[in-house]
């Protein structure tokens, strides 16, 4: 067993906030996907607990509003990024999704979106998959680093140019199963 470290202080998004947000968002994908079936897409590892609590959200707006429906399918993509201070990070997929997606309503579900360089490698692997349409979800939205344009359809928060942990993201593997989204303070 490591060292143990103390938990990140600084919270930046608390839970309520958190569940707030992706209560509205649920609702809001309910709205515009009513009536059909999605394929909700996750980006592992990063995108867990938002994945899981987004398709909840999904499902209790669905039940406020009797008589309509979204089919949801779970699918789930691997990527790897290796950051570099002197090169662009290089992507590298793990696991590319099924065949599934021909022809789907695609929602792709991500933690953050900070470059843009995974989110614009991911797209075009799955152009390949030829999907009817693909939209992006993202809980969190860091603009300042991007490198590549990239179209979000879905933003949870914008979130200030810091690295931050919890509720799905990791630093060296840990903090994924915090609550909440904190900065990581440097020791
Ligand atoms: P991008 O390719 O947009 O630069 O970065 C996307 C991926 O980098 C995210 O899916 C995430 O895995 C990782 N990442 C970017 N910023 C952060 C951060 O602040 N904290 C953590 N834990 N991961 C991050």
Do not use: W
């Not at 919270?11 to 059909?36: C, H, P």
């Not at 209790?60 to 691997?78: N, S, T």
Request: proline share 4%; with cysteine.
């Amino acid at each position: 067993m490591s060292e143990t470290k103390p938990l990140p202080e600084s919270v930046l998004i608390s839970e309520s906030r958190l569940q707030d947000r992706i209560r509205e968002l649920g609702a809001q994908i309910f709205t515009d996907y009513e009536n059909q079936e999605l394929v909700l897409l996750g980006v592992l590892r990063g995108s867990v607990l938002f994945f899981a609590d987004l398709a909840r959200a999904i499902f209790r707006a669905q039940l406020a509003d009797q008589g309509r429906e979204v089919a949801l399918r779970f699918e789930f993509v691997q990527l790897v990024s290796y950051h570099d201070n002197t090169k662009p990070s290089a992507v590298q997929l793990i696991h590319g999704g099924s065949d599934y997606l021909k022809q789907r309503h695609v929602l792709v579900v991500e933690d953050i979106v900070d470059t843009g360089q995974t989110l614009k490698f991911l797209h075009e692997h799955l152009q390949t998959l030829d999907p009817k349409t693909v939209k992006v979800c993202t809980l969190l939205d860091r603009p300042f680093q991007r490198q590549v344009s990239v179209a979000i359809d879905y933003t949870g928060f914008e979130i200030p140019d810091a690295f931050v942990v919890g509720y799905g993201l990791d630093h060296a593997q840990r903090y994924r199963n915090l609550p909440y989204i904190a900065v990581l303070e440097s020791t």
